[in-house]
Nanobody
Framework: QVQLVESGGGLVQAGGSLRLSCAAS????????MGWFRQAPGKEREFVGA????????YYADSVKGRFTISRDNAKNTVYLQMNSLKPEDTAVYYC?????????????????WGQGTQVTVSS
């Protein structure tokens, strides 16, 4: 069992930045990769990015590549999503998640544990 708590969301103007955090508890944090997803009103949940267990490899959706950066601190059981050059279309509830098995995945159905989400709103 893993518990995930996101924080750091808020309202920001277009072009601004936010850093989301996801604190994990339960299983050994360094034993699993982590994913970030987002869901805008009326839309399906979509992959934002993921990071491997050791933090050496990251993967991003094309829509955020070059603007968002995922990192993790295994000593603090926390994964981060640094979001720069934010656009109004980045407005969504952002979730962190743990996959069902080892590896890195892009589909929401491949993840078993989810946080409650944190709202990010980007104004134009």
């Amino acid at each position: 069992q893993v518990q995930l708590v996101e924080s750091g969301g808020g309202l920001v103007q277009a072009g601004g930045s936010l850093r989301l955090s996801c604190a994990a508890s339960g299983r050994t944090f360094s034993s699993y990769s982590m994913g970030w997803f987002r869901q805008a009103p009326g839309k399906e949940r979509e992959f934002v990015g993921a990071i491997t267990r050791n933090g050496l490899n990251t993967y991003y959706a094309d829509s955020v590549k070059g603007r968002f950066t995922i990192s993790r601190d295994n000593a603090k059981n926390t994964v981060y999503l640094q979001m720069n050059s934010l656009k109004p279309e980045d407005t969504a509830v952002y979730y962190c998640a743990v996959p069902r098995s080892t590896g890195v995945y892009r589909r929401p159905q491949d993840y078993i544990y989810w946080g409650q989400g944190t709202q990010v709103t980007v104004s134009s």
